[in-house]
């Protein structure tokens, strides 16, 4: 496998965990919400498990965002340093 191949299946892999990190960053609340109307009345429990869940599920997803944008920055990065040392830089003439 060529080191361009490679860089592009570490872009797309850092796309995917960025989705997935959005999709659980956006799915928490509406989780939460769903157990707390659930509950039974003058119930506490549930609100300290959607709680403790929220806070979980929220440092998760957006450490999954941080870490896919930090992959992406650096496949990048990478692409396009292998991509000037295969182009020729440009010479002004004066």
Not at 63 to 83: D, F, N, P, Q, Y
Request: charged residues 20%; hydrophobic residues 55%; positive net charge.
């Amino acid at each position: 496998m060529t080191e361009t191949r490679a860089l592009v299946l570490q872009r797309q892999s850092a796309r995917r965990r960025i989705a997935g990190g959005v999709v659980v960053t956006a799915t928490t609340p509406i989780a939460a919400a769903i157990a707390i109307a659930v509950k039974a009345p003058f119930a506490v429990m549930p609100l300290i498990v959607a709680s403790i869940y929220m806070a979980i599920a929220g440092g998760v997803g957006l450490g999954s965002v941080g870490v896919g944008i930090m992959r992406l920055r650096k496949a990048t990065k990478r692409m396009r340093e292998l991509e000037d040392a295969r182009v020729p830089k440009a010479r002004l003439l004066t």
